[in-house]
Structure formats: structure tokens, C-alpha cells
């Protein structure tokens, strides 16, 4: 499976990002090769309707999943439309690969 992660900047030791639409970067950690990517985010800028345009980006890119703290509802729905599956992260001060050591 692979998970998309919103994150500060492009590295294993870099915090999640509590905004998915306009983190700067989304981090791809694929469970079946064990190596995690760093991309920024496309939708990062947008004028309106970041949240659903870094989902669909992040859909885009293969990810099977989401971990992240929250989402809003419309990002929610779409990635459920999408069967991507949500995983919260109830933590604050996650990092990248912490949250990878989760899976």
C-alpha cells in the first residue's frame, strides 16, 4: 500500500504538516518497497479548493491512503469516493519517519 503524508519539508525527519491542501510537501511511503518519496504540493497555492485538488494529486501519485491529522469534509468524501482510505493521527509533533515506523 501506499500512504501520502502531509509534511513541512522534503525529509524522514520532518514534521507532519497540519494542513493537507496547502502543505508544502506530501511524503509517499510505499509499504511493499519500504522506501518513502518527497513531492511538493501542486495544490499548495491555489486560490480555492486546495484540499480537493492536493486529494485528487495525491490519488494521482498511487496513494491507497492518507495519514494525516485531519481532513475537511469535502477532501474526506472524495478520498471515501475514491476508496482511499483515511488513517488520523492523533499525535502532535509526528515526524515522517515516526509515522512510517507506525506501519
Same mark, same amino acid.
Given at each position: 500500500?501506499?500512504?501520502?503524508?502531509?509534511?513541512?519539508?522534503?525529509?524522514?525527519?520532518a514534521?507532519? /504538516?497540519?494542513? @493537507? +491542501?496547502?502543505? *508544502?510537501? !506530501? %511524503? !509517499?511511503? /510505499? $509499504?511493499?518497497t519500504?522506501?518513502?518519496? @518527497?513531492? $511538493?504540493?501542486? %495544490?499548495?497555492?491555489?486560490n480555492?479548493?486546495?484540499?480537493?485538488?492536493?486529494?485528487? @494529486?495525491?490519488?494521482?501519485?498511487?496513494a491507497? *491512503?492518507?495519514? %494525516?491529522r485531519?481532513? +475537511?469534509?469535502k477532501v474526506?468524501?472524495l478520498?471515501? #469516493?475514491? #476508496?482511499v482510505? !483515511?488513517? $488520523?493521527?492523533? $499525535?502532535a /509533533?509526528?515526524?515522517i519517519?515516526?509515522?512510517? +515506523?507506525?506501519?
Amino acid at each position: 500500500m501506499k500512504i501520502a503524508i502531509p509534511c513541512v519539508q522534503p525529509s524522514a525527519s520532518a514534521l507532519v /504538516d497540519d494542513r @493537507f +491542501g496547502r502543505c *508544502a510537501y !506530501f %511524503a !509517499f511511503y /510505499d $509499504e511493499e518497497t519500504q522506501q518513502t518519496t @518527497f513531492v $511538493e504540493n501542486p %495544490a499548495a497555492q491555489s486560490n480555492e479548493g486546495a484540499g480537493p485538488a492536493a486529494a485528487q @494529486f495525491v490519488v494521482s501519485q498511487g496513494a491507497e *491512503a492518507v495519514a %494525516a491529522r485531519q481532513l +475537511g469534509p469535502k477532501v474526506t468524501s472524495l478520498l471515501q #469516493s475514491l #476508496s482511499v482510505r !483515511f488513517i $488520523e493521527l492523533n $499525535e502532535a /509533533d509526528l515526524t515522517i519517519d515516526r509515522v512510517i +515506523g507506525l506501519f
